[in-house]
């Protein structure tokens, strides 16, 4: 099924550990972005790429790197993991259909980690 | 101001009632309005897009007020199923290179 995949759902770390999130997607958008969730927040944005070989910083960037070498991966990594990292990670992709000036977004199924 | 802000809530009403979110954005410059459901920290899924004055999708209906800076969405005849978390999103340029979200709305719909 075309979409947003994420690798892994579910993983634990121990601080100082350093490991990468990944996600793909197959339907050729240009735009790719990564927001982590807290209990009681709204999706924060940390990086998000225009294509391939260009990537800018969000709201909460600090402890993360990310690269997008392909169109079609942008893996967020986690330097040196520590518990305020402890979050649901969500990827997403989007593309602009500029005769109709809309957008189209669209979701992985997250990331749930803990770091103990 | 956050660029994004909701009243968290929660709204509880029984099945039937109507009940409304509003949010408010802070840049004027923005065209372009989505409200979002997630249910139980899932991927957030697109409920509307509003890019004029409003919108209506069956029971759903949002609003625009560009001059108060504000959307709302309205839902009619709420059913059980409607219970989840409404999230106000405002792409964070012209381009839509990514998103702002609102901290999101509970409604807890119950019979």
């Known amino acids: 099924n075309a979409g947003v995949t994420q690798t892994p759902k579910f993983q634990v770390l121990k601080t100082g550990q350093s490991m990468t999130l990944q996600c793909a997607q197959d339907m050729n958008h240009e735009y790719m972005s990564w927001y982590r969730q807290d209990p009681g927040m709204g999706l924060r944005l940390i990086h998000y790429?225009?294509?391939?070989?260009?990537?800018d910083q969000g709201e909460v960037p600090n402890g993360y790197n990310v690269s997008r070498s392909t169109t079609e991966d942008f893996p967020l990594r986690l330097l040196s993991a520590a518990p305020s990292q402890t979050s649901v990670y969500f990827c997403?992709?989007?593309?602009?259909?500029?005769?109709?000036?809309?957008?189209?977004?669209?979701f992985g199924s997250g990331t749930r980690l803990t770091v103990v | 101001r956050k660029e994004v802000e909701q009243d968290p809530g929660p709204f509880n009403v029984p099945e039937g009632a109507t009940v409304a979110f509003n949010c408010t954005y802070s840049n004027s410059a923005s065209q372009s309005f989505f409200w979002y459901r997630q249910d139980c920290r899932k991927e957030p899924k697109l409920l509307m897009s509003v890019y004029s004055s409003g919108n209506e999708d069956g029971r759903f209906t949002a609003q625009l007020n560009r001059a108060s800076q504000y959307i709302s969405l309205l839902i009619r005849d709420s059913k059980l199923s409607d219970s989840a978390t409404y999230l106000c999103?405002?792409?964070?340029?012209?381009?839509?290179?990514?998103?702002?979200f609102g901290k999101g709305t509970t409604l807890s719909v119950s019979s």
């Open positions: 999103v405002v792409p964070r340029d012209q381009a839509g290179t990514a998103l702002i």
């Open positions: 997403a992709s989007s593309s602009i259909d500029r005769t109709l000036s809309s957008y189209g977004y669209t």
């Open positions: 790429s225009v294509g391939a070989g260009i990537t």
